[in-house]
């Protein structure tokens, strides 16, 4: 999965891992043109996504849509070539059927998902010293 330019949804409840295998799909990737001002931004990692307000989940989807963002301050567009990793901490899917996350959006990110299990359900990836203190 690090070396696709897939979006990919990571799910799991909070302490499962996310921002760890959202490092691991860190790999660089080669970017289509270069971006005007921003060198080298290829790939953004969002947390917590299905925290966002329906307006910023609004403003995410055009980016994603249009392939522009709009800094902060600045009176024109700039276009972006981004890999996009995004974290949850509920599950995308049950959002959008209950109104509260955004269908069009999350059909955008749905381009691969990654579900983590709870530590208690993979008692393996806990380290030994936090088991015997």
Partial sequence: ????????IL???TGTGKELVA???????VAKQAIL???KVVRWFLDEIGNLSPMVQ??????????????L???????????????????????VCTDRFRADLFHRL???????LPLRERREDIHASILDP
């Fill in 58 to 71: 609004m403003k995410a989807l055009r980016s994603l849509q249009e392939r522009c963002v709009l800094p």
């Fill in 37 to 39: 001002s921003w060198p």
């Fill in 1 to 8: 999965m690090a070396r696709t330019n897939f979006t990919v």
């Fill in 23 to 29: 490092r691991l799909l860190r790999v660089p990737r």
């Fill in 73 to 95: 301050g600045s009176a024109h567009s700039l276009p972006i070539d981004v890999r996009l990793v995004v974290a949850s901490n509920v599950i995308l899917e049950e959002e």
């Fill in 110 to 116: 749905n381009e691969s998902k990654i579900e983590l």
């Fill in 11 to 13: 799910e799991g409840e």
